[in-house]
């Protein structure tokens, strides 16, 4: 099906992904966030920003760990039960990338708690999306979208 600007596809049918997708990547993220924090590597976590922004902007199909997801470990599971509305885990890709950019910049910077502080955030909600399926981009999602509304054409 043919999708409009907004990421939707026609017919006002949301893009919907697997949820354990998000959750592998969100371990992959955790374990990437991990050795950011343990070698203080600005590359490390400007590769990880790159991750974030391909999912945040090209959207969750192009997403790098969503593709080994998709190509190595989906085929092995079956069908997921339930499919998710692909616009709040989009959102929790651009707060991550926020975050890392915030961090690549501390450390860049020589202002080393900034960039340990913002990879320290952007790894606990990793790991809370990982371990628990709580995905805090997600419910801050929700949350905006609460307060204000979409706007009907």
């Known amino acids: 099906m043919a999708r409009d600007g907004s990421g939707r596809e026609r017919g006002d ?4 992904v697997d949820p ?3 959750r592998f990547a969100a371990a992959l993220t955790t374990l990437v ?3 950011v924090l343990l070698t203080s590597s600005a590359w490390l976590l400007a590769a990880q920003g790159v991750v974030f922004g391909i999912g945040a902007v090209l959207g969750l199909k192009y997403a790098p760990y969503g593709l080994i997801y998709r190509w190595l470990v989906r085929p092995r599971l079956g069908p997921p039960r339930e499919l998710e509305d692909a616009a709040p885990p989009r959102f929790a890709q651009f707060v991550g990338l926020v975050f ?3 961090g690549v910049i501390g450390y860049a910077a020589g202002v080393t708690p900034v960039g340990i502080a913002a990879a320290a955030l952007a790894l606990a909600a990793a790991f809370l999306n990982a371990a628990f399926g709580l995905c805090l981009g997600c419910e801050m999602y929700v949350l905006i979208r609460r307060v204000w509304p979409a706007r009907t054409a």
């Open 13 to 16: 049918h949301a893009v919907k």
């Open 20 to 22: 354990r997708g998000q």
């Open 33 to 35: 966030l991990v050795a």
């Open 100 to 102: 890392s950019v915030i």
